[in-house]
């Protein structure tokens, strides 16, 4: 079975065709970057943007599956003078011009990477395949429209089409909040915690690299079947307290956990009286650290009889050594 991986050269991304390779998948990589010392030697490599119609065409010729991985991701600065335009480019162009050419090319199935941020920010209770979205983000809302531009494109049965929500990724490799997680803790700063506890999913990519993996057995051992009409969340296992998280990481790291628990209003009421630029760079990243975001991942599964291979005490682990290591 051969395929296609668009986004290579991100963090999941390489990893992916690591262990597809591994695994006696024929494995085409589609990357903005050379990579050819970061990937096995029998990993092709096509070089060039998912935005570009000859690249894209080009990359989807002969290939059973796709897993789309590449997508422009969050920021929480961003610096584009019209955000949603920049993510619509990438994310919902991109993904409509790699349908396109998989249909015209015979291929019959995309698995798409998508992300929590697709529903929303924060939840109330678990997210389900059937909890509404509403996305309130640039990004969210251009993830959220490719979702429902591929699983349109299923309709017909000429393309299937399996889309994977993703909570916070984190592993060797990775960057933005969890990397700066585990600098704070490293460093032994106190880090901030509310009451009540909230409650936050998270991934090893491992367990998403496993997730997507399973996904394309079932897909290589009947074609016909496995292809979801509902977006479906994958995580490491129940959600955890930032607290919980935040102690997890410490033992990792073989520093001691050093928390403040208060009541979240009164966190906040400290952000409020920094100035209005600390205020604003910071009232995002303590919604993230108070906040709850939990999503469901027993429908995944259940729907692919999937159990994530790596525990989130081991996932922790593994990224502590690679800190330690990078």
Sequence with gaps: MRVLVTGASGFVGQQLCRELAAHDFA?????????HDLLPGDVELVQGEISDQGVVRFAVDGVDAIVHLAARVHVMRDQAADPLAEFRR???DGTRLLATAAREAGVKHIVFASSVKAVGDVSVTP????????PMDAYGVS??????LLLARSVDAQLRINVLRFPLVYGPGMKGNMLRLFRLIDRGGPIPVGRPANA?????VGNAVAAITQVLDRIASDRSRHASSHPLFVADGPAQSTAALVQT???????????????SGALRSLARLTDPLTRARLGPKLDRLLGSLEVDECEFQREFDFQPPFTLQRGMEITAGW???S
């Design 27 to 35: 494995v085409r990589a589609l990357a903005r970057r050379a990579l």
């Design 90 to 92: 990438v994310n919902v």
């Design 127 to 134: 997210w389900t395949s059937s909890t509404p979205p509403f």
């Design 143 to 148: 993830k959220l429209e490719a979702e429902q």
């Design 200 to 204: 936050r999913s998270v991934l090893f």
């Design 249 to 263: 990481i410490a033992g990792a790291l073989g520093v001691p956990s050093r928390t403040i628990s208060m009541p």
């Design 323 to 325: 800190f330690r290591q």
